[in-house]
């Protein structure tokens, strides 16, 4: 979605209707949600939060880091607003 629209946050405001479910990935390169990356998302989960959405939220990305599943913890801290 960064890539098509560049503004995340209002696609999802103008949008969330039509958004079945979302799920995480880096930009560039679809790796680990951490501040290496373009997108914030605290701010993106805080705006799906605010369209009403309560549902799961996936994390899909590549993990780079030798620890995989600290790199998905780390992730879901991210998204827990």
Request: charged residues 20%; hydrophobic residues 40%.
């Amino acid at each position: 979605m960064q890539i098509d629209e560049g503004d995340v946050i209002r696609t999802i405001r103008d949008n969330h209707a039509y958004i079945g479910h979302y799920h995480t990935a880096g930009v560039p390169g679809r790796h680990e949600i951490d501040e290496t990356q373009e997108l914030y998302y605290p701010a993106i989960m805080r705006a799906i939060l605010a369209t009403g959405f309560n549902d799961y939220v996936a994390q899909e990305f590549i993990p780079t880091a030798a620890n995989k599943l600290a790199s998905l913890s780390s992730s879901i801290d991210i998204c827990d607003v």
